[in-house]
């Protein structure tokens, strides 16, 4: 089975500061791909990043990079020189074809607040 | 930029009736899925659709719902007699292929409300 997991069901961080969001997940297999997707109050899902679990290097867009641990199964999402746009649900999710499926798995979702 | 499209963005209906979503993939995409968001919980996967036939489906996706793409354009998910409990958001999403990082893009979603 995979799971994803967010132990953060509120953030927040200053306008300008730096915000990281933690994302754990949970799978035997190799082939497996990441994502984060970020959820506004219009709640489109919007893709923000994502990363192909083969390629050791940290997937970076723009103020949002990652950090990807694979021995610890960690994915976790930082989010630079934060606007007041960020605003919104962040939702880590995986997808795993090594197990022949290739639906997204979802977590609970982190809320971020960005304050001025 | 290509996107996916879904129609209607909200509706309300009776409990007991049918109701139809509808969703325009991205073009060129293969894979199609609907998802749904139960209001303040996390998005579920419903179904998967390639080549013509549903590849996977949750328990959710029992038999009052169905998935058609009638003609090769649109994507549609039924639900043959909606229960309150079908009051969520359901989100259509599409796939390239892994050759895009397996990425799936979803459109904004359809509000569906059963009184």
């Known amino acids: 089975a995979q799971t994803v997991t967010q132990s953060q069901p509120e953030m927040s961080v200053q306008e300008a500061e730096t915000v990281t969001l933690s994302c754990t997940y949970d799978?035997?297999?190799?082939?497996?791909?990441l994502f984060w997707y970020k959820q506004p109050p219009s709640r489109q899902m919007i893709l923000v990043i994502r990363?192909?679990?083969?390629?050791?290097q940290n997937a970076t867009e723009n103020r949002f990079s990652v950090n990807f641990q694979k021995a610890a199964k960690s994915f976790s999402l930082k989010i630079s020189d934060s606007q007041l746009g960020d605003a919104a649900m962040y939702f880590c999710?995986?997808?795993?074809?090594?197990?022949?499926?290739?639906?997204?798995?979802f977590g609970t979702g982190t809320r971020l607040q960005v304050f001025p | 930029e290509p996107e996916v499209t879904q129609t209607p963005s909200h509706q309300v209906t009776q409990m007991g009736q049918e109701v139809i979503l509808r969703c325009v993939p991205i073009?060129?995409?293969?894979?199609f899925y609907w998802y749904r968001q139960i209001l303040g919980q996390k998005v579920e996967f419903l179904v998967s659709?390639?080549?013509?036939?549903?590849?996977?489906k949750s328990e959710i996706f029992d038999d009052q719902f169905s998935v058609e793409r009638p003609d090769g354009s649109n994507f549609t998910l039924k639900i043959r007699s909606t229960k309150l409990e079908d009051s969520a958001m359901y989100f259509c999403?599409?796939?390239?292929?892994?050759?895009?990082?397996?990425?799936?893009?979803f459109g904004e979603g359809s509000w569906l409300t059963v009184v």
């Open positions: 999403a599409s796939r390239l292929d892994s050759s895009s990082g397996n990425t799936i893009y």
């Open positions: 799978t035997s297999e190799s082939d497996y791909y």
């Open positions: 990363q192909e679990a083969y390629k050791q």
């Open positions: 999710a995986a997808i795993n074809p090594g197990l022949g499926t290739d639906k997204l798995i």
């Open positions: 073009s060129n995409h293969l894979y």
């Open positions: 659709f390639y080549n013509n036939e549903i590849s996977e």
